[in-house]
């Protein structure tokens, strides 16, 4: 009896140890009413969803699954969405030399609207934003080297 309430105990102790705090790694609650849109990438170094629309400042969750078996140090996928007009073959380039911050371009960070990082596989990531309000075709892309090159980006188009 004493090991068993000593393990009810420890178990009790754990469970209250984290009460009141919040995960860093987890992110931020989706907003109520937010439309969920899942999206999955794989080995072929496609996406799933390459056409998206939504309204003038909808509410949306981005859902990315790396359904995919490689490494990540050899297939990660990520996620990135830009303002309307940007260049995401400039975007592409600028991104192959940004290994350490993920693929992601210091320089260009301020084009990014919303992004999922680097996944390896099996992973998901998620990432809650509001549409922009103006109308207008914005374009996504996985950042990870060749992987824009071979058709991994898409259109949001929001009107």
Known sequence: MKIRFTLVSAVAAL??????QKDASTTAAAPAGAREIDITANDTMKYDVTALQAKPGEDLKVVMTNAGNTPIEAMGHNWVLLKAGSDAAAFSSAAVASKATGYIPAALQDEIIAKIDLLGPHKSGEV??????????YPY??????????GMHGILTVK
Do not use: I, N
Not at 15 to 20: D, V
Not at 128 to 137: C, E, L, R, V
């Open 141 to 150: 892309l996985c950042t990870f080297p060749a992987h824009y090159q071979v």
């Open 128 to 137: 809650d934003f509001k549409a922009p309000t103006t109308p207008g075709d």
């Open 15 to 20: 469970s209250l140890a984290g009460c009141g």
